[in-house]
């Protein structure tokens, strides 16, 4: 089986963003940015995590160096979810709330 082998250089410089963007999310959940607009602190926190859970799959989980099969699979994963998640908020905003 052929392996790809990952410097630990990008191990390091994949953590070090990790915590970056960690100590990103902290200080904007400390900051009211709901002041500019409505929502925002919630779009920049899932933002956040959207990228740290990229860098997780990518890198830890070796799903940029996989055939692509497996990442037909996440990717079609990832699309499965967001039409799951588009369905619950067309449901969640059509209700009528009294």
């Known amino acids: 089986m052929n392996q790809h082998i990952v410097s630990p ?4 410089a994949v953590f070090v963003t ?6 990103i999310t902290v200080e904007a ?26 860098l997780v799959i990518l890198f830890f989980m070796h799903a940029k160096y996989s055939p692509r099969r497996t990442q037909l699979v996440i990717i079609a994963s990832i ?8 369905m619950t908020m067309s449901d969640y905003l059509t209700r009528p709330w009294s």
């Open 79 to 86: 699309f499965w979810l967001a039409v799951l998640l588009f």
């Open 29 to 54: 959940a400390k900051t009211d940015l709901n002041h500019y607009f409505p929502g925002l602190n919630v779009i920049v926190a899932l933002g956040i995590a959207t990228l740290k859970a990229t």
């Open 18 to 23: 990790l915590m970056l963007l960690t100590f």
């Open 9 to 12: 250089k990008i191990y390091a």
